[in-house]
C-alpha cells in the first residue's frame, strides 16, 4: 500500500513524463536509445493513458502531450520518432499550431482602447481579412504538405 506522501510523488512524476512527450525531440531521444522496442515502456505507455482523463489532463500544462501519448501507441510513429527528420517535421508542426493559436487568440482579444473609433472603414476591414486568409491558407499548406526535402 502507497503512503500518501508516495502516491503524491508518483502523481508528480508521471505528470512530469507526460508532458514531456509534448517535446519531438525528447521522443527522438527516447526512440534512438530502444525505449520504444521494450515491451515494458509500451505497457507503460498505454497505463499513462490514464491522464486523458479530464480529472488529471486539467493538470497538464501542455495538452498536446496527450496527442503524442496518443500516437506513441502506434508502432508506426513510435518508429518514426527514432529518425532525427521524422522528429523535427512533428515539431515544426507543434509550433506552426501554437502560432495558428495564439495568432487567433490575439485577434479574438484584441480589444479597442479607450476613446476608439470602433468603427472601422469597410476598406480596413477587407485588408485584415485578407491578410488573415494569407496567413490561414499558408499554415494549412505548410501542415498539408509536409517538410520539403530539397536536393532530390
Known amino acids: 500500500m502507497e503512503t ?3 502516491e503524491k510523488t508518483r502523481f508528480e512524476v508521471e505528470c512530469e513524463f507526460v508532458q514531456a512527450l509534448a517535446n519531438p525531440n525528447y521522443l527522438n531521444f527516447l526512440a534512438q536509445r530502444g525505449y520504444f522496442k521494450e515491451e515494458y515502456f509500451i505497457n507503460y505507455l498505454k497505463y499513462l493513458l490514464y491522464w ?3 480529472e488529471y489532463a486539467r493538470c497538464l500544462k501542455f495538452p498536446q502531450s496527450l496527442h503524442m501519448l496518443e500516437a506513441l501507441q502506434s508502432p508506426q510513429f513510435r518508429d518514426a520518432m527514432a529518425y ?10 507543434v509550433v506552426l499550431q501554437w502560432q495558428f493559436y495564439l495568432r487567433k487568440r490575439h485577434r479574438l482579444c484584441m480589444m479597442p482602447e479607450d476613446g476608439q473609433n470602433l468603427e472601422e ?7 485584415r ?4 486568409d494569407d496567413d490561414d491558407e499558408e499554415n494549412e499548406r505548410m501542415v498539408a504538405t509536409g517538410p520539403t526535402i530539397s536536393g532530390k
Open 84 to 93: 532525427g527528420p521524422s522528429a523535427k517535421f512533428v515539431e515544426d508542426q
Open 52 to 54: 486523458k482523463k479530464p
Open 4 to 6: 500518501a506522501e508516495s
Open 129 to 132: 481579412l485578407e491578410e488573415t
Open 121 to 127: 472603414s469597410e476598406d480596413e476591414v477587407q485588408n
